[in-house]
């Protein structure tokens, strides 16, 4: 039995499955290429930006009193620099942003401010501002003032004395040992005091201390000088 053909569709009809529906759209939802058309993803909405809070109207005069203070530390004005920067602090006190900065400003002016004292000028001068220097631990200026009263007065063993100390103190043992050396050949009466001087406890525990105490003790007999004899 002979197939049917299909009879050809004539030409400008459209097929029911590409039919546009009432919509405009087409009724097939597979679309001409037979895939479902991706749907667009939706468009991100922009974020939200924080809004900045707003300047006080008294940041303006607060910044503008802290650059007249710099500028008159800069030209070394530090009186009138100090009371801007303080001014500051007093009339804007809920500017913290530049508070810091004022304050670090302001130490610079008062150190500045601050007579300062007169150097020692004389041994004893000397002497007892390397004491208090020790007495307070620093042992670079005490150094210092203890190194021009040696240079002044090379036999003063108190000094050779206290350079001992503050070279001990800064562990410095080699340094320490010669000047106690010293100390001691100038005056025995250094020795035991080396002995119990808390501040060479360091110093005693150096396997050259004893050795330095016995060579200044010899140092120091040779250089008594020798007794007269009596007549019998």
Known sequence: MAKQRPQPRPKGQ???????????????????GGRTPATAPPRPTQPEIAAKPPRRSTYVEAVAVYEQGVEA????????????LESVLVRYPEEKELHERVRLYLNICRRQATP??????????????????????????????????????????YALYMLAVAHAQRGEHAEALAHLERAITLNP????????????????????????????????????????KTAR
């Open 14 to 32: 459209a097929s029911a499955l590409a039919r546009p529906s009432a919509s405009g759209a087409s009724s097939n939802p597979a679309g001409a």
């Open 73 to 84: 530390l800069q030209k070394r004005d530090f009186a009138r620099a100090e009371q801007l």
């Open 116 to 157: 300062k004292e007169p150097l020692p000028q004389t041994v004893d001068e000397r002497l007892y501002a390397a004491t208090l220097s020790i007495n307070g631990g620093r042992y670079d200026e005490a150094i210092t003032h203890l190194r021009l009263v040696r240079d002044e007065d090379p036999d003063n063993d």
């Open 189 to 228: 009466e250094n020795r035991a005091l080396a002995r119990r001087d808390p501040d060479l406890e360091m110093l005693r525990e150096d396997e050259s201390f004893q050795a330095t105490l016995e060579t200044a003790s010899r140092l120091a007999e040779r250089k008594q000088p020798l007794r007269p």
